[in-house]
């Protein structure tokens, strides 16, 4: 019997080759098929860079984990100021109101709209 690689998520030996997590290096079961049977221990994405990524599932959970978006731009905003400014304050709603419609012309000296137009 061959020696085959540890899942490094199931803890399986397998004798296929496994892929390797982008962000951890762990190697893992991934079916790479969806018409095939195979294990999955991750995910392949498309990365920032438009490349497909592979995922481990640990990572994944990680990734669900912190997906606080309000404190990771507060860490990032933090980090880019080094902390020696305060965090900007949220705009305030200032949008502007719409302006009143134009009160109609006469309706004789001009042609009729074929579409009625409705303002939200």
Do not use: Q, W
Not at 12 to 19: G, I, S
């Amino acid at each position: 019997m061959t020696a085959g690689e540890i899942c490094g998520i199931c803890n399986e030996v397998e004798e296929a080759p496994l892929v390797e997590c982008i962000r951890c290096s762990t190697k893992f079961h991934l079916a790479l098929f969806k018409d095939r049977p195979g294990k999955d221990c991750g995910d392949a994405i498309l990365g920032e860079s438009m490349g497909v990524e592979m995922l481990c599932n640990n990572c994944i959970e990680l990734e669900r984990a912190g997906s606080d978006a309000g404190a990771n731009l507060l860490g990032l905003y933090n980090a880019m100021t080094e902390g020696r400014l305060p965090p900007p304050m949220a705009p305030a709603d200032t949008a502007a109101p719409r302006p009143a419609r134009p009160a109609p012309e006469s309706t004789s000296d001009r042609p009729r709209r074929r579409f009625r137009r409705i303002d939200r």
